[in-house]
């Protein structure tokens, strides 16, 4: 079985500065991860996913985020953000040939005017 | 351009009553999924669906059944209704294993 553990509940940032959100897993097989961003009152959207290939994935509203096999973990960053971005964002891990996708606890991203 | 719709938005229920949250998606995906969450808690998964006629179960389905007769429908059943049942119901699906997981925009459920 897989797990996702997100440490950080809230991360606040001052506008325009880097952020970078902090996602580990565990799994005894390949795995599949993805970045999901919940605005207020609505259902989750994918920002990016990593299957297999490049370590670096780029996704929308210019997040990116690495692949670390070696440290598992998948860490999602903005060089600059803005206060659009104030979202909660989720990290989740599947394993290939498992239909289930399992979901860190989330950290809530507050952008500081 | 639906995607995934759940009804109802909102439901006030009392203690041990009975509900059908309904769920349906018009993108011809095989995989569908009930989710709910809690403060703090991240989403977990009550039942899953890799197709029609096939479910099965997730971390946390006591108290509820499902059903999915069709590619496009996914009921979720709760019985016997109890305050931990309070929650926001999520459904949500997708074509395959790698793909984007599509989200309805929830369903608000309070158990008094």
């Known amino acids: 079985a897989q797990s996702v553990t997100q440490l950080d509940s809230q991360v606040p940032v001052f506008e325009e500065a880097p952020v970078e959100l902090r996602c580990n897993y565990s799994s005894s097989v390949s795995v599949y991860l993805f970045w999901y961003v919940q605005y207020p009152n609505q259902g989750l959207q994918l920002l990016l996913k990593?299957?297999?290939?490049?370590?670096l994935v780029k996704g929308i509203n210019g997040f990116e985020a690495e692949f670390n096999k070696s440290q598992t973990s998948f860490h999602l960053r903005k060089p600059s953000v803005h206060i659009s971005d104030t979202a909660e964002y989720f990290c989740?891990?599947?394993?290939?040939?498992?239909?289930?996708?399992?979901f860190g606890t989330g950290t809530r991203l507050t952008i500081i005017p | 351009n639906a995607g995934v719709t759940q009804t109802p938005k909102f439901r006030i229920l009392k203690i041990g009553q009975s509900m059908t949250l309904q769920c349906t998606q018009d993108?011809?995906?095989?995989?569908m999924y009930w989710y709910r969450q809690d403060p703090g808690m991240g989403l977990k998964l009550i039942y899953y669906s890799v197709g029609a006629g096939i479910t099965d179960k997730g971390e946390v389905p006591n108290g509820y059944n499902v059903s999915r007769s069709t590619t496009e429908d996914f009921p979720l059943r709760l019985e016997l209704a109890a305050p931990s049942q309070t929650s926001v119901y999520f459904c949500?699906?997708?074509?395959?294993?790698?793909?984007?997981?599509?989200f309805g925009e929830g369903s608000r459920l309070t158990v008094l």
């Open positions: 989740a891990v599947s394993g290939p040939g498992n239909e289930k996708l399992t």
């Open positions: 990593y299957l297999s290939g490049s370590t």
């Open positions: 949500a699906s997708r074509m395959d294993k790698t793909g984007e997981l599509f």
């Open positions: 993108m011809n995906h095989n995989y």
